[in-house]
Each structure stands twice: as C-alpha cells, then as structure tokens.
C-alpha cells in the first residue's frame, strides 16, 4: 500500500525538487541571508526524514565539548511537542517543562548531557533568547542542515549506512518517491559527513569512499549497547542479566530495525512487539494497549528505547505493576582523536 501511494505522489518529487532549488540558490545568492548570533554554531542534521542517529550525536558531542572546556547548549525545532514558539526547556542540569511540551529528543539531550536547552520554529530567534536565557559558548544545532536561516561555523551531516546501502528509488530519491529531503548534490556545502553504521559490525570502506568525492572529511561511528535501565527507579542492569528475557517490546522511533537487532543480540526474545510511529505522542489508548499486550504475552517485562521511556514516563502510575526498562545506549566515532582533532581546529 505504501509503496502504491508512493509512486500515486511520484509526481510531486519535480515540484518539491524546484523549491528546494530555488530556496537553496536564493541562499546561495544571498537573496535569503544567514543571521549571524553572538555565539559559535554546530549545525547536525541530515538528507533524510529521520533515522541516521541525530540524537546520539549531539549527546556525544555535547559531552565532547563539555570536556573540552567549552559551554554547550543546545537548540531544536522540538518535533512533536504540542506547544509553539520559543520554550526554554532547561538552564543546566534539569529539565523545566514536561516532555510533551518540547519534544522526546531534545528532553532525552537535556537528561543525559545536563546543558541548557531550548526549541524553537525559528532558529534564529531561538538562539538569540537562548543567549539571553543561559550562559553558553556553542549552540548545538539539532537538525539544522536545511534550516540555513541562521549562520553556522559547522555543517555536520549523518548518515545511515544501510540508508547509504539502499539504492533503491523508494529510498535515494526525494520525498514523496524516497525519504530524502535534498539531494546528494547539497553535500557541497557541509563541512564533515559521519556515517552511522549503528550496532553493524564492519564498515563499509566503499562508502567512505563514495562520500570522499564531496571533499569533506567522512567519519565513521557506531551504538554501543551499554545497559537495560529501569524506567521509573533508574537502577541499571547489565545486559547480560537480560540474557532469555521473554519481554514485551515497544517502539516508536524512524528505523527501529537495528534496534530490534541488538536486543536479539543479547538474548532478548524480539517476537512479541509493538511498533509505533517516529516520534509517537502516547496517550492512555496506547497504554491500555501495551497492558494488554503485556499480559496477553505473559511477558516478564517491557522494554523499550530511551526516546520512549521519557515519553511513557509520565504514565509511571498506570505501568505500577510492570517493569519497564529501556535499552541504554552510547555513539562512539571509530576514529575519535582524529575527531577531536577535527573539531578542535574547525572552533578555533
């Protein structure tokens, strides 16, 4: 049905391809102009509609420069939060507002980096509030590569490696045909290109080398599975003591497939599952639902991502008598001095 609706909608990828020509021309032309803030930016971002690991990185780089000295923050759109405008969503370590008023990324971002944070539709004036708002040296921008309104001193675009590895027309082509944005040629004014091969063991050097013909610096980087933890207590278990748990998984994240991959990994049993929507808003319908599930199953426990868990949060009286954990991972770049090194001299 999806592939059907797609090649109904083909027709529509000449015309959304002419506006983002023109839209990026007119910028390239200065007819649109980039605001400059009063604050270094990293742009992350990336071709696609969602699934090359945005949110990993910027936990990684804003830790990163955290430990190099530096006063990171961090600035989104805030997709899926139910409010508009400017929210500051925190000044350093707490978050101060609840997760459906800014969005389970960059809620996830606060919690774990303890930087101030903020989302706002403009980007622009987001970050000038932001200034305003909290004491910080670097903006990182969460999925800036397209919103060219406001100046940057970094571009980074991720990748997926199995997105990379898909020829296909359902997938390199853009929106509605594919799930690109923009197309490859937009690779010419990024600054560094990181392919995600996520919890895949080998790197695929033919890749690395395809991307090199945009004379950007490409580096790989990769999840590492590092705990189940408990939702609602916090206590972390290692994954070796979820070795043959018979759980209830639950997911609402763009490409849940590595995902499920790493839980079989480690023995978790993947069959019974629920696979939500990118960046589901649950309500007590869904609730109820994964109750249901959870008994009909006989499962011993749920488990989901950390995206999810701080959504289903929330809902902690209703799951009193489930177990929720939620599978913590880490991103890592392979070649991380040679990074560091990168960054280090891209912010001087």
């Known amino acids: 049905m999806m592939t059907f609706l797609k090649i109904l909608l083909a027709p529509l990828v000449a015309f959304y391809a002419l506006i983002i020509e023109f839209r990026n021309l007119f910028f390239d032309k200065s007819v649109f102009k ?3 803030v009063s604050a270094k930016v990293i742009s992350v971002g990336n071709l696609t509609i969602g699934g090359s690991g945005k949110t990993p990185f910027v936990i990684y780089l804003a830790n990163l420069l955290k430990s190099s000295g530096f006063k990171p923050s961090v600035l989104s759109r805030g997709y899926g939060r139910n ?28 919690i774990e980096c303890k930087i101030p944070a903020a989302v706002c539709e403009n980007r622009t004036e987001g970050a000038n509030k932001l200034l305003n708002d909290v004491e910080t040296d670097i903006i990182i921008l969460d999925d800036g590569f397209q919103h060219r309104w406001i100046e940057r001193n970094l571009d980074i675009v991720l ?8 020829k296909s027309v359902f997938n390199q082509s853009l929106i509605p045909l594919g ?15 990181i392919i995600n091969r996520k919890f895949c063991k080998d790197i695929d050097q033919s ?19 590092i705990s189940f933890v408990d939702m609602t207590r916090k206590t972390e278990y290692s994954l070796e003591e979820f070795n043959g748990q018979e759980s209830l998984v639950i997911s609402g994240i763009a490409n849940p497939t590595s995902f499920l991959s790493v839980l079989k990994e480690v023995g978790v049993n993947t069959e019974n599952k629920i696979i939500f929507r990118d960046h589901k808003n649950y309500t007590l319908r869904e609730v109820q639902r994964i109750r249901k ?11 989901t991502t950390e995206k999810d868990a701080v959504k289903l949060l929330r809902f902690a009286k209703e799951f009193d008598d489930i177990d929720i954990f939620y599978l913590k991972i880490a991103l890592s770049i392979d070649d991380e001095e040679s990074f560091k090194g990168y960054l280090s001299e891209k912010l001087k």
């Open 207 to 225: 890749l690395v080398k395809s991307l090199r013909k945009y004379q950007k610096p490409v580096f790989t980087a990769h999840y590492r599975a």
């Open 293 to 303: 599930e959870f008994y009909q199953t006989n499962s011993h426990s749920v488990v």
């Open 83 to 110: 409010t508009k405008g400017y929210v500051l969503v925190s000044r350093d370590s707490n978050p101060l507002t609840e997760v459906q008023n800014c969005g389970d990324e960059i809620y996830q971002t606060v």
């Open 179 to 193: 799930i690109m944005r923009e197309g490859f040629k937009s690779l010419k004014r990024a600054d560094a290109l």
């Open 159 to 166: 990748f997926d490696q199995k997105f990379l590895l898909d």
């Open 34 to 36: 980039s605001k400059k």
